[in-house]
């Protein structure tokens, strides 16, 4: 007798369309969440378990369109499905909710703090995160947790979740070339993890340290030198 597999009925994720193809009227939507996704390939270099999407679609229900946040984070998934990467995220074939939702607020409301935090505490996703770069008097970082069905704010920047290991939070650098506040991830000390651009700078400082320590401990081996010598010393004499 054969067995019945609903699963194989279901469709695929190279079936289905990996977004839902509005186009985002503020850049941050994208260059926020690929900031934070950079910053895990750095912090997690060697973990294989994770994945990071960026204006990735979420499917749950082979019925209903899915869900796009800006950005989203599932642990323990591949972090590779395959050469051709992702093109969506299904749960039924993943078997994971992801843990963290992110959404960008754009001058156009799209309903994060009613509809689609709503959306994301019926799912199940422990954390959502909300910035709205153009708040003033409010916070513009909101971090929620998802506490018997309810999100609840947690007050703090950076903001420490304990089930992914990592903090978020909010302060002003450089990313791409652009100053301005920017999203980060940030160690159990608070400290924030740097950028691309930050890391290969401070190797370079580094570096150029090292070179001129070197420069100058050997400048000092030559004053030593000299000064055996003017007293009839012969420096090479005493390696």
């Known amino acids: 007798m054969l067995e019945y597999n609903p699963l194989a009925c ?3 994720s190279e079936e289905l369309p990996d977004s839902d193809d509005t186009p985002v009227d503020n850049e941050l939507q994208d260059l926020i969440p690929g900031l934070l996704k950079a910053l895990l390939a750095m912090a997690w270099p060697e973990r294989m378990d994770w994945f990071f999407g960026v204006d990735m679609g979420i499917y749950y229900d082979p019925d209903l369109p899915p869900i ?3 950005g989203f984070l599932s642990l323990g998934v591949e972090r590779f499905y395959d050469e051709n990467l992702r093109p969506s995220y299904v749960l039924w074939e993943e078997k994971k909710l ?6 960008v607020v754009s001058k156009t409301y799209r309903g994060e703090y009613s509809t689609k935090k709503a959306e994301y505490a019926r799912l199940g996703f422990l954390y959502y995160v909300v910035y709205n770069p153009f708040r003033r008097r409010k916070p513009r970082l909101e971090v929620y947790k ?3 069905n309810v999100y609840e704010l947690h007050d703090g920047n950076p903001v420490w979740l304990p089930e992914i290991g990592l903090g978020i939070g909010i302060e002003r650098g450089t990313y791409l070339g652009i100053p301005r506040e920017w999203m980060y991830w940030y160690n159990q000390q608070g400290q924030r993890f740097l950028t691309p651009e930050e890391d290969k700078k ?7 340290q090292a070179k001129q320590e070197a420069q100058q401990a ?5 004053l030593l030198a000299e000064r055996l010598r ?4 012969d420096p090479d004499s005493l390696s």
């Not at 992801?98 to 959404?103: H, R, V, Y």
């Not at 401070?202 to 150029?208: D, I, R, V």
């Open 10 to 12: 279901l469709p695929s």
């Open 146 to 148: 998802l506490v018997n």
């Open 68 to 70: 796009v946040p800006d």
């Open 202 to 208: 401070l190797a370079q400082q580094e570096a150029q």
């Open 98 to 103: 992801p843990i963290l939702a992110l959404e």
């Open 230 to 233: 003017s007293l009839g010393i």
């Open 218 to 222: 050997e400048q000092r081996t030559q």
